[in-house]
């Protein structure tokens, strides 16, 4: 059911993540799958291509879009969703952004890291300041420090930036450990925006998702921002979905100038709609796929980069690797130049640190395995 890209259909298709790469690069960079879209997906963008659906979207909120969003979180993640909950937005990061612009106190934004990189720049640009739970790059195992927090959040920080799944942490965060987050927060009263944009991509043998606002005494103070835009491969299309369920929250989010939510397109609407309504058997596919992509590469880092550290994928696409042992400050451009493979580069995660990458792994087989040659070749010198 998964098909993959040959190399020219994904110079095509994907701009950024192919189509900036020298030909002899391969790309396992920017968080785009190379499998083509899912069918009920393409028969629904090209009908609506054919229809000549390019005018402005409508301003609704819940609609077709609400209704297609609530029954995919209904049978996929167990979660009752009212679709009068779902305002739409341009992508996950302006929602994102949105929320916290409208909702959020002026106090600062507490973001975990290493943490997805466009977003290092949020808080900043809502006029917040930026400050970070760094995750301990020795620590087994990957987690948020609900002390760390509570400090943060005591001094005076008066959000939390939560992703979950966790890019580039791989984390699915268990109901115990969501718990200990909601408890935190509420005691300092702060709010929570969860980017929940990886939540249909759990792999096989890990916890289900979780959303943070399907734990009791969470509406009160979080939105999630969901797309289905990293699952089905529709990144460009530009539509993703705020939930907001508490009343008042969603009002001030739909009274808020319409500047300050930039406008989705109505194609990325029709994407949506189909792969929320249609594309449960495709995605099914698409999480077998990539478990057994994880577990390729865990087989191959064993083999040609023994020493590579990386805490277990349960979530997502992406894999982070500790590759300190191998003694290069910037693994990622080490390997461009010497083995012709873009990963990327583990600062632009978190800034100063040295020594790590994110590795892409949805591709094909034989690609990860050749991708994973040129990462040894490059940082090894090993043919
Ligand atoms: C955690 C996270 N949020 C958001 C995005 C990007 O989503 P969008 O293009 O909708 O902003 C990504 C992309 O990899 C991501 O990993």
């Given at each position: 059911?998964?098909?993959?890209?040959?190399?020219?259909?994904?110079?095509?298709?994907?701009?950024?993540?192919?189509?900036?790469?020298?030909?002899?690069?391969?790309?396992?960079?920017?968080?785009?799958?190379?499998?083509?879209?899912?069918?009920?997906?393409?028969?629904?963008?090209?009908?609506?291509?054919?229809?000549?659906?390019?005018?402005?979207?409508?301003?609704?909120?819940?609609?077709?879009?609400?209704?297609?969003?609530?029954?995919?979180?209904?049978?996929?993640?167990g979660q009752e969703i009212d679709p009068?909950?779902?305002?739409?937005?341009?992508?996950?990061?302006?929602?994102?952004?949105?929320?916290?612009?409208?909702?959020?106190?002026?106090?600062?934004?507490?973001?975990?890291?290493?943490?997805?990189?466009?977003?290092?720049?949020?808080?900043?640009?809502?006029?917040?300041?930026?400050?970070?739970?760094?995750?301990?790059?020795?620590?087994?195992?990957?987690?948020?420090?609900?002390?760390?927090?509570?400090?943060?959040?005591?001094?005076?920080?008066?959000?939390?930036?939560?992703?979950?799944?966790?890019?580039?942490?791989?984390?699915?965060?268990?109901?115990?450990?969501?718990?200990?987050?909601?408890?935190?927060?509420?005691?300092?009263?702060?709010?929570?925006?969860?980017?929940?944009?990886?939540?249909?991509?759990?792999?096989?043998?890990?916890?289900?998702?979780?959303?943070?606002?399907?734990?009791?005494?969470?509406?009160?103070?979080?939105?999630?921002?969901?797309?289905?835009?990293?699952?089905?491969?529709?990144?460009?299309?530009?539509?993703?979905?705020?939930?907001?369920?508490?009343?008042?929250?969603?009002?001030?989010?739909?009274?808020?100038?319409?500047?300050?939510?930039?406008?989705?397109?109505?194609?990325?609407?029709?994407?949506?709609?189909?792969?929320?309504?249609?594309?449960?058997?495709?995605?099914?596919?698409?999480?077998?796929?990539?478990?057994?992509?994880?577990?390729?590469?865990?087989?191959?880092?064993?083999?040609?980069?023994?020493?590579?550290?990386?805490?277990?994928?349960?979530?997502?696409?992406?894999?982070?690797?500790?590759?300190?042992?191998?003694?290069?400050?910037?693994?990622?451009?080490?390997?461009?130049?010497?083995?012709?493979?873009?990963?990327?580069?583990?600062?632009?995660?978190?800034?100063?640190?040295?020594?790590?990458?994110?590795?892409?792994?949805?591709?094909?087989?034989?690609?990860?395995?050749?991708?994973?040659?040129?990462?040894?070749?490059?940082l090894t010198g090993a043919r």
């Amino acid at each position: 059911m998964i098909r993959d890209l040959t190399d020219d259909e994904a110079r095509r298709a994907l701009p950024l993540k192919w189509g900036t790469m020298p030909p002899d690069v391969l790309p396992a960079w920017v968080a785009e799958t190379d499998y083509a879209w899912a069918p009920p997906v393409r028969e629904a963008i090209t009908a609506a291509v054919g229809a000549g659906l390019t005018g402005y979207p409508t301003f609704e909120s819940g609609g077709e879009l609400g209704k297609a969003y609530a029954g995919f979180a209904q049978r996929q993640f167990g979660q009752e969703i009212d679709p009068a909950w779902v305002i739409p937005s341009v992508d996950v990061t302006a929602g994102v952004r949105f929320a916290l612009d409208v909702l959020s106190e002026p106090g600062p934004m507490v973001m975990p890291l290493p943490g997805y990189p466009p977003q290092l720049g949020i808080a900043e640009v809502t006029g917040r300041e930026r400050v970070d739970l760094v995750l301990d790059a020795d620590a087994e195992h990957a987690e948020i420090d609900l002390d760390g927090l509570d400090r943060l959040l005591a001094a005076g920080a008066r959000t939390l930036l939560l992703t979950q799944p966790h890019n580039p942490w791989g984390r699915v965060f268990t109901r115990a450990e969501l718990e200990g987050i909601r408890d935190v927060v509420r005691r300092r009263g702060a709010r929570v925006v969860a980017d929940e944009i990886h939540a249909p991509l759990v792999l096989d043998g890990s916890p289900p998702h979780l959303s943070y606002l399907s734990l009791e005494d969470t509406h009160d103070h979080a939105v999630a921002v969901v797309a289905a835009s990293k699952a089905f491969n529709v990144q460009g299309l530009r539509c993703a979905q705020v939930i907001a369920p508490d009343p008042a929250t969603r009002q001030r989010l739909l009274d808020a100038p319409m500047a300050r939510n930039d406008s989705w397109s109505p194609l990325g609407e029709v994407a949506a709609i189909a792969a929320y309504t249609h594309g449960d058997e495709w995605l099914t596919a698409l999480r077998s796929r990539l478990s057994s992509q994880r577990d390729l590469l865990v087989r191959l880092l064993a083999e040609h980069l023994p020493d590579a550290r990386m805490r277990p994928l349960e979530a997502t696409y992406l894999a982070w690797i500790d590759l300190r042992a191998y003694g290069h400050d910037d693994p990622a451009a080490v390997a461009l130049e010497r083995g012709r493979v873009q990963v990327s580069p583990g600062h632009d995660y978190q800034p100063g640190l040295a020594g790590h990458v994110r590795l892409n792994i949805a591709t094909s087989p034989e690609r990860l395995e050749e991708i994973v040659r040129r990462l040894a070749r490059g940082l090894t010198g090993a043919r």
